[in-house]
């Protein structure tokens, strides 16, 4: 699914970060960085069809490397 975040993440959270992480090898060899941690948070999203709403999304982010692979886990709220 594409979409794009509107505006900041808020209510950020780790879920896994280390040895937790089951793609930590796929992630170094992508994108390099050493230490990844998995984070949520919520934010307003637009998809690709132009709807606006309130999601869930989880992310992995390293030192240096910065957020990749957003994902949507959930729709809150369709505004």
Same mark, same amino acid.
Do not use: P
């Given at each position: 699914?594409?979409?794009?975040i ?5 209510d950020?959270?780790?879920?896994a970060?280390?040895?937790g992480i089951? $793609?930590?090898?796929r992630?170094?060899?992508?994108y390099?960085g050493?230490?990844w941690r998995?984070l949520? @948070?919520?934010? &307003?999203? $637009?998809?690709?069809d132009?709807t606006?709403?309130h999601a869930e999304?989880h992310?992995y982010?390293?030192h @240096?490397?910065? &957020?990749?692979e ?5 729709i809150?709220?369709?505004q």
């Amino acid at each position: 699914m594409f979409f794009k975040i509107i505006g900041h993440i808020s209510d950020v959270e780790t879920i896994a970060s280390g040895k937790g992480i089951r $793609e930590r090898k796929r992630l170094r060899k992508l994108y390099g960085g050493r230490r990844w941690r998995k984070l949520k @948070g919520t934010a &307003a999203v $637009e998809l690709a069809d132009g709807t606006i709403c309130h999601a869930e999304l989880h992310w992995y982010e390293a030192h @240096g490397i910065g &957020a990749k692979e957003f994902k949507i886990k959930r729709i809150l709220k369709i505004q």
